[in-house]
């Protein structure tokens, strides 16, 4: 599950069962006081992986040292198992403009992320992954799809995937691919992790607001993902409207359930 402030109260009192927490970096890494407190709590009793908005492996902006040395600090700081953050760009000439920007898919732009994976990875000590974004336009430039782009920097770079099921699903529909074919082309051996979440559907299109349960249509993406990878770390993200814990509680419940079934169904 997602570490969410407003559930701070009832994870420290009533200690759920939980398999691990994913924390956003970016919540903690200038913060003191009762967040942090309750994070060092939280990491002494369970796993914990960082994940992250700001590290824009994208950019053509030299990378932010000073925000790789908090981040690896943090993750120091909670063991955490990995560190993930999204394939995009944040900003430029050091401006972040707090979105997950898409990115050209040629090959200039995959030996230039490449590169920077391999720094950032080095620099934190840590296993870099990174996550499909969602998106609602494309380059013209692009000379390849996403999926290509993404399996081909996985080995280029050796790194791990969080394939976010629902991403996929709402890109697709906003761009017109095969969401089952996006599936199908990442590398099995590098997924290390799952998103599920909701959307919002506004009929030309899709918005990944992580506000809703999850749609039939993207638990039979993951589906056909944990056939292709096994059982593989799932976290249900919800970030708009979040409902009382007991209710997150149950959609992670259900990912856990729902992976074991199709699992022994694939025999």
């Known amino acids: 599950m997602g570490l969410r402030t407003v559930h701070f109260g009832h994870i420290l009192a009533r200690q759920p069962e939980v398999d691990w927490f994913e924390v956003l970096s970016e919540n903690f890494l200038d913060t003191g006081g009762r967040p942090l407190h309750v994070l060092d709590q939280v990491a002494e009793r369970y796993p914990v992986v960082l994940?992250?908005?700001?590290?824009?492996?994208?950019?053509?902006?030299?990378?932010?040292?000073?925000?790789?040395?908090?981040?690896?600090?943090?993750?120091?700081?909670?063991?955490?198992?990995?560190?993930?953050?999204?394939?995009?760009?944040?900003?430029?000439?050091?401006?972040?403009?707090?979105?997950?920007?898409?990115?050209?898919?040629?090959?200039?732009?995959?030996?230039?992320?490449?590169?920077?994976?391999?720094?950032?990875?080095?620099?934190?000590?840590?296993p870099l992954v990174l996550e499909n974004p969602s998106s609602y336009v494309e380059f013209a430039s692009s000379t390849m799809p996403e999926s290509e782009f993404l399996a081909r920097l996985a080995r280029d770079a050796d790194c791990g995937l969080l394939l976010d099921v629902n991403n996929v699903y709402v890109s697709a529909f906003n761009h017109g691919f095969d969401a089952g074919a996006y599936i199908d082309a990442m590398p099995a051996d590098r997924v290390v992790q799952y998103h599920l979440a909701g959307h919002t559907h506004h009929g030309t299109h899709i918005v990944d607001t992580h506000s809703d349960h999850a749609v039939p249509e993207v638990w039979q993406l993951y589906a056909r993902a944990c056939r292709r990878t096994g059982h593989v770390s799932t976290l249900y993200e919800w970030d708009e409207n979040i409902p009382v814990f007991e209710v997150m509680h149950a959609e992670a419940l259900k990912a856990r359930a729902y992976r074991t079934h199709v699992m022994a169904a694939a025999g």
Do not use: F
Request: hydrophobic residues 35%.
């Open 51 to 126: 994940h992250g908005v700001s590290l824009s492996i994208g950019s053509v902006d030299p990378l932010d040292r000073d925000y790789l040395r908090k981040l690896k600090a943090l993750a120091r700081r909670t063991r955490a198992r990995w560190v993930s953050d999204h394939l995009c760009w944040t900003g430029v000439l050091g401006r972040n403009v707090h979105d997950l920007l898409p990115m050209p898919y040629t090959e200039e732009a995959l030996r230039h992320t490449t590169e920077r994976v391999r720094q950032v990875s080095d620099i934190l000590e840590r």
